[in-house]
């Protein structure tokens, strides 16, 4: 009967851990930032438009690489609509910036309307999927407001790993009207969410303590 017991026992406590391990795997790629309302030329082709220059990058904030194919960028709640569909490795630690330049070139090799990532400016949600073995699973969303989307702030993670969101606001000051807070610092697609500007970083703890 023990042996019983032990056997059932141990079959639970590997079944917990290979679930743990399979939901820190699916949660490895996050969002990590994005920018719906751009005011200037983002995407670098040397003209400033609504839809081209939104971006949203993802990392890898997990310590092993990931093959990012099979992951979608949707917004909007309900029926994720697709925006951009991901391809090839991730590193740890390394992030992927999508403008809307390339998600409308995505939509439009695929037979889509062209909208582009199509945040909305006044309030949207952004939403990262993957598609494994015919099932379409949830793994990071971000809502956002109106004051959130003003012209050139992003939405980011305060840290590279798990972080809280900030609004990186250092070319559109927030005033203290955004939630999340705006930091004083640049936004950067493309890269980790370092603070960008003159206005020396405050130490981590020193933030935590701010959004408790
Ligand atoms: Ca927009
Ligand atoms: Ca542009
Ligand atoms: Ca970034």
């Not at 997990?62 to 029926?79: M, P």
């Not at 070139?105 to 945040?119: D, I, K, Q």
């Not at 956002?144 to 993670?157: H, K, L």
Request: hydrophobic share 40%; aromatic share 12%.
């Amino acid at each position: 009967m023990r042996k019983i017991f032990r056997f059932f026992l141990s079959t639970v406590v590997c079944f917990t851990l290979i679930s743990v391990l399979v939901h820190e795997g699916a949660a490895q790629v996050v969002l990590n930032e994005f920018l719906a309302d751009p005011a200037r030329d983002w995407d670098g082709d040397g003209l400033a438009n609504f839809r081209d220059d939104e971006w949203v990058e993802i990392m890898n904030a997990g310590d092993a690489a990931v093959d990012i194919t099979g992951y979608l960028l949707a917004d909007g709640v309900g029926e994720p609509v697709w925006r951009y569909a991901f391809s090839g490795f991730l590193q740890p630690g390394e992030t992927f910036v999508v403008f809307g330049s390339e998600s409308r070139a995505w939509e439009e090799a695929n037979g889509f309307p062209m909208y582009g990532l199509s945040l909305n400016n006044s309030g949207d949600r952004v939403a990262l999927y993957r598609i494994a073995a015919q099932e379409t699973l949830l793994v990071d969303s971000f809502e956002y407001g109106d004051r959130e989307a003003d012209d050139d702030r992003s939405v980011g993670r305060l840290v590279e790993v798990h972080g809280q969101w900030a609004v990186f606001d250092a070319y559109n000051p927030c005033s203290g009207r955004c939630d999340p807070p705006g930091n004083g610092c640049l936004p950067t697609p493309g890269s980790g969410n370092s603070c960008l500007t003159g206005i020396s970083c405050e130490s981590w703890g020193t933030i935590k303590s701010v959004y408790r």
